[in-house]
C-alpha cells in the first residue's frame, strides 16, 4: 500500500511548492519525452540534468499550471525558481519575460542557484552590478522581494547582489551538486592507463580548444564524445580532415540545422548519417534520458571537457573528471565545490597532455567539502519552507507511517 504523506511533512508554511523546468515539464513523463526526443536534445541535455538533479531530492509534491489563476493568485505558493545565469545583460529578454509574468502574480519564491554570466578576467562585482541593464536589475529586485533567500551560484554573484544592495543572499553553489545527498561517494582516482575509458564534453564557446581536447581522447582506447546539443556532432566529422576549415569556417552563429544543411549540401551526409553513421556514431554518446546519462558515466575511469554539468554527471558517479574553466560561471561553481579546473586562459592549450593533468590532480579536498556544503545547502532549503525527501521518508519513519 502507497502512503499518501501529509503536506505538510513537505512544507512546513502549508504553501504548495511548485517548479518549473524542462524535467518536471517534459522528462518526467516518459511517454512525452519519447515523441519529442529530438526537441529535448536540442534544448541542451545539461539544463536536464541541472532541473532533474536539482530537484529529484527535494520533497517537491506538485506541479503548477499556469493557466490556473488560483495558484498564481495565492502568497502562500511557492514557486522554485531555477534561473541559472540570467545576471547579465544579454539575457534582457528572459528578465523582461519574468518581469511581466511576476506583475500577474503573487506566490512566493524559492530562487535556487542563479548566477552572473561574467567572463573570466572581468570587472569587479560593484562595476559589473553598475552596467546591468534596468531590465536585468528590476528582476533581481522583483525576487529578491519574493525570497526567503536567494541561493547563488558563487562568491562572485554574491558580491554583485550586495553591491545593488541585496542582503538576503546564500551562497549554495549549484543545487543539481547535491542530487545524492548525504550518500555522494568519493571520487577516487586509478592508475593512469590508456586504456582507461574516457568521456570526452567540450561547449560551442570553447571551439577554439574542442580540436586539443579531441586529438587527447582519441589517445585512449574507448573514447567517447558526449554531446549535449546536436550540432556538437558537427566537429566530429571533420576528424579526418583538417578541423581548422571547420573553426574557420563555422566558429560563430552556427546553429544545429544550418550546420546540418551545410553537411548535406558540401559533404553529402544527410541528416539521418549525421546521427546513425556508423564511423562517427562509434566515436559519440548522446542521451535522451538525464537517468540513462548517469549510468553511462559510471561506466567511465576519466572524463574531461568544459561543460559544467558534464563535469558534475560524472564526478556524482565518483569518476575523476578534468573541468576546463573558461568563464566566472564554471570558475565561482568550481571554486565553492573545491573542484579540481584548469584555466584555459593559463595553459598552452596548443600543448594539451590529459596525462599530466590527471596524475597531477587532487580530489582529497572536495571530497571533504561535500557534506558541510551540502549541510550548507538543507540550511538553505529548509530556510525556504522545503523539505528534502530524505527529511520526509525519515518522518514517515519515526511516526510509524
Known amino acids: 500500500m502507497v502512503n499518501i504523506p501529509n503536506k505538510l511533512m513537505y512544507n512546513p508554511q502549508n504553501g504548495l511548492n511548485l517548479t518549473g523546468g524542462s524535467y518536471l515539464r517534459n522528462v518526467q513523463d516518459k511517454r512525452k519525452l519519447s515523441k519529442k526526443k529530438y526537441q529535448n536534445l536540442a534544448n541542451n541535455l545539461g539544463n536536464d540534468v541541472f532541473n532533474l538533479y536539482t530537484i529529484k531530492p527535494l520533497a517537491l509534491y506538485d506541479v503548477h499550471d499556469f493557466e490556473n489563476s488560483e495558484y498564481l493568485q495565492n502568497p502562500d505558493n511557492n514557486y522554485v525558481l531555477l534561473p541559472a545565469n540570467v545576471i547579465a545583460n544579454q539575457w534582457v529578454?528572459?528578465?523582461?519575460w519574468w518581469n511581466d509574468f511576476l506583475k500577474k502574480s503573487r506566490f512566493r519564491l524559492t530562487v535556487a542557484s542563479i548566477g552572473a554570466q561574467v567572463p573570466l578576467n572581468y570587472i569587479s562585482p560593484e562595476n559589473f552590478a553598475k552596467d546591468l541593464c534596468d531590465e536585468v536589475k528590476k528582476f533581481v529586485y522583483e525576487i529578491a522581494d519574493r525570497s526567503i533567500s536567494i541561493g547563488v551560484r558563487g562568491e562572485y554573484t554574491g558580491d554583485v547582489l550586495k553591491a545593488l544592495g541585496i542582503k538576503n543572499v546564500d551562497v549554495i553553489g549549484c543545487p543539481s551538486w547535491f542530487v545524492n545527498g548525504i550518500n555522494q561517494v568519493d571520487v577516487v582516482k586509478k592508475d593512469w592507463s590508456y586504456?582507461?575509458?574516457?568521456?570526452?564534453?567540450?561547449s560551442g564557446s570553447w571551439l577554439k580548444g574542442k580540436q586539443y581536447l579531441i586529438k587527447e581522447a582519441l589517445k585512449y582506447t574507448d573514447p567517447k564524445f558526449i554531446i549535449q546539443q546536436e550540432y556538437d556532432i558537427i566537429p566530429y566529422y571533420f576528424l579526418n580532415n583538417d578541423i581548422y576549415i571547420y573553426i574557420r569556417r563555422y566558429f560563430r552563429n552556427l546553429d544545429y540545422f544550418r550546420a546540418a544543411k551545410i553537411l548535406k549540401d558540401e559533404y553529402g551526409i544527410s541528416m539521418k548519417d549525421q546521427f546513425f553513421n556508423s564511423k562517427?556514431?562509434?566515436?559519440?554518446?548522446?542521451?535522451?534520458?538525464?537517468?540513462?546519462?548517469?549510468?553511462?558515466?559510471?561506466?567511465?575511469?576519466?572524463?574531461?571537457?568544459?561543460?559544467?554539468?558534464?563535469?558534475?554527471?560524472?564526478?556524482?558517479?565518483?569518476?575523476?573528471?578534468?573541468?576546463?574553466?573558461?568563464?566566472?560561471?564554471?570558475?565561482?561553481?568550481?571554486?565553492?565545490?573545491?573542484?579540481?579546473?584548469?584555466?584555459?586562459?593559463?595553459?598552452?592549450?596548443?600543448?594539451?597532455?590529459?596525462?599530466?593533468?590527471?596524475?597531477?590532480?587532487?580530489?582529497?579536498?572536495?571530497?571533504?567539502a561535500y557534506l558541510p556544503l551540502y549541510e550548507n545547502y538543507k540550511a538553505f532549503i529548509h530556510k525556504n519552507g522545503i523539505n528534502f525527501v530524505d527529511d520526509t521518508l525519515a518522518t514517515q519513519e519515526n511516526s510509524g507511517v
Request: proline share 2%.
Open 93 to 96: 529578454d528572459v528578465c523582461k
Open 280 to 368: 562517427v556514431r562509434k566515436l559519440f554518446e548522446f542521451f535522451l534520458d538525464v537517468d540513462e546519462w548517469s549510468r553511462f558515466a559510471k561506466t567511465r575511469d576519466l572524463a574531461f571537457g568544459t561543460r559544467i554539468h558534464g563535469a558534475i554527471v560524472h564526478l556524482k558517479q565518483g569518476v575523476p573528471t578534468l573541468l576546463f574553466v573558461h568563464d566566472m560561471r564554471l570558475l565561482e561553481i568550481a571554486e565553492f565545490f573545491k573542484i579540481p579546473y584548469i584555466r584555459w586562459d593559463k595553459i598552452d592549450i596548443t600543448k594539451l597532455d590529459i596525462r599530466e593533468l590527471y596524475e597531477k590532480t587532487d580530489f582529497s579536498e572536495m571530497n571533504k
Open 195 to 202: 586504456d582507461f575509458k574516457v568521456s570526452c564534453f567540450s
